[in-house]
């Protein structure tokens, strides 16, 4: 208790927490790429005619470059750090890790957010090359399209990572849960590279969309490990389905507008990304709040059947469309329930992995 | 933080302010055509590649003799007799004087049927572009695409062992 009082009372005494600015544009850098992606494929189904140079794509690139110009000014400022012997503060991004021998000394966080970002400068250009092949199709789940998503998610996963390192600041948590719900709602456009996947009468992108969803809240809950952490992240993705859901049709059609192109013949509208979203996704909150005392592979397979078993309600209610056959929904909720299981039995792992990249307690209070 | 702020409003404004400019979008070439009897209509389907290669992108475009004004229709696409697509036809995003489809690709390779089922002044009628040929995919086998763009997932479970094995005891 004392040492969390010092703690706060060192933090409080500065205006801006030491490790709160790099956090937030890594983390600024992550929602752009975000924007730019529900954006980018609002302007496919709506729209149509791409460059190289659309706003949506401006936003892709500028998100990576952001986060990873943050992660390497980071790097640099500790490697310089680390050459005049000066003392490293492990609470900006976690504990230093020399690469390229000892070369650099890089705050592990950092690491891996820079590391994304350098990974979707080389899938550019694969994409480019890729594009040059095959035509400059909209195919979101194109093999280097997937690349490109992946990489932007291990810059995400690196923006939980330094957020994680401050878990008991107020900055820390909030950034935790936003960072969390960050990568979530990315990972729902990253699964539908599921699709390449043979899954029988599974319908693969519900079932990876259950699992990943499930994975994420839970390593989000057992990071901030406290009453009211899956919510907190259920609630965020929520919020960010929400702004979207608004956003995504009217940034595209704004820009659509001001380009003097019109919208596609019979274009519906509908929001594409935030629709990948689960809805469900907060009653899955609530039930792992409310079976917390149970090993975490129980209300894991709750949630993942929450979510595989709602996802045909949700594109009726949004899209209008038919149920599936009944064969491959329960297939599907079976799935789903067995990959929920192991969702939460991984994400709660997660959460104690990423609770280790906190300094010790001793160490904060020297 | 402030100015953190500025520079992100900065960089944003910088992108609003470039990209408006910067937006040219490639013409449509037609560089090969097929001629269907769509009942009393006389479509001309345009292709901006051909031969037609599974998975390659290309625009398609479908123009009735006399226009589309005052005519609509769908389009049902099948690959070896089995439906694949059912849409409305609907203008080219970027060539608004016909019906088409934009940086659209088949695919798979085999036979290929474009079924026409147009509505208009003259009546209705239906069509069928058939035997459309579709070679095999260019490029590298899809597994050797996959293997290499998924080297960040690899990574990032390669990341997720090392640190599983360094953190097995519980922090509080």
């Known amino acids: 208790m004392t040492v969390n009082i010092a703690a706060t009372a060192a933090s409080s005494a500065r205006t801006v927490p030491r490790g709160l600015v790099p956090a937030s544009v890594v983390l600024g850098g992550t929602l752009l790429s975000l924007i730019g992606l529900t954006w980018d494929i609002q302007w496919h189904s709506d729209v ?30 500790t490697t310089a750090a680390a050459k005049r012997d000066r003392t490293i ?45 095959y035509g400059f199709d909209a195919v979101i789940d194109s093999p280097p399209h997937i690349g490109l998503l992946l990489s932007i998610s291990i810059t995400m996963v690196g923006a939980v990572m330094i957020f994680a390192v401050a878990r008991d600041e107020r900055w820390g948590t909030y950034g935790v849960a936003g ?32 699992f990943f969803s499930v994975m994420i809240l839970f390593m989000g809950a057992y990071v901030l490990k406290r009453r009211g952490g899956a919510l907190a992240v259920g609630v965020t993705v929520a919020a960010l389905q929400a702004v979207f859901w608004w956003f995504s049709p009217w940034a595209t059609e704004v820009y659509a507008d001001a380009t003097g192109l019109p919208l596609r013949d019979y274009a519906d509208g509908i929001p594409g990304l935030p629709n990948m979203i689960p809805m469900s996704l907060i009653l899955v909150a609530v039930a792992v709040e ?20 709602l996802a045909p309600v949700q594109r009726i209610f949004v899209y209008g469309s038919n149920f599936p056959a009944i064969e491959r929904y329960v297939a599907t909720v079976v799935a789903g329930a067995l990959l929920g299981a192991l969702a939460g039995m991984l994400g709660r792992r997660f959460g104690h992995m990423l609770r280790h990249l906190a300094p010790a307690k001793e160490e904060r209070h020297a | 933080m402030r100015k953190t702020l500025l520079g992100l409003a900065g960089t944003v404004a910088l992108l609003l302010g470039l990209t408006a400019p910067a937006l040219a979008f490639e013409p ?66 970027r060539k608004r004087e016909v019906w088409g489809l934009d940086i659209y690709a088949l695919p798979e390779p085999g036979t290929w049927t474009m079924r026409f089922d147009v509505e ?37 479970i390669a990341l997720i062992v090392i640190a599983w094995r360094r953190t097995r005891t519980a922090v509080d």
């Open chain 2, 120 to 156: 208009g002044p003259a009546g209705a009628g239906t069509g069928e572009l058939t035997n459309l040929q579709v070679m095999e995919q260019p490029g590298p086998p899809m597994g050797l695409s996959w293997a290499v763009s998924t080297i960040p997932l690899f990574g990032l």
């Open chain 1, 48 to 77: 149509g005619p791409d460059t190289f140079f659309t706003l949506p794509h401006l936003f892709l690139y500028a998100g990576s470059a952001i986060s990873g110009l943050a992660s390497l000014a980071v790097v640099l400022m």
């Open chain 1, 290 to 309: 409310l079976l917390r005392g149970l090993p975490a592979w129980v209300p894991g397979a709750v949630g993942g059947v929450i979510i595989t078993g």
């Open chain 1, 179 to 210: 960072a969390a719900a960050t990568l979530l709602a990315f990972s729902m456009v990253t699964v539908l590279g599921l699709r390449a996947l043979p899954g029988g009468p599974v319908n693969t992108v519900n079932a990876g969309s259950a």
């Open chain 1, 89 to 133: 503060d492990p609470m900006v991004g976690g504990r230093a890790v020399g690469v390229f021998g000892r070369t650099f000394e890089a705050p592990v966080g950092y690491l891996i957010s820079g590391i994304g970002a350098a990974l979707f400068l080389v899938y550019g250009l694969w994409d480019q090359w890729w594009h040059g092949l």
């Open chain 2, 28 to 93: 449509v070439n037609v560089v090969h055509t097929e001629k269907v009897q769509v009942g009393p209509y006389d479509l001309t389907v345009g292709f901006s590649t051909w031969p037609v290669k599974a998975m390659q992108s290309l625009d398609f475009t479908f123009a009735p003799e006399d226009g589309i004004t005052g005519k609509k229709g769908t389009l049902t696409v099948l690959h070896n007799g089995v439906e694949a697509e059912d849409d409305p036809l609907a203008r080219h995003p």
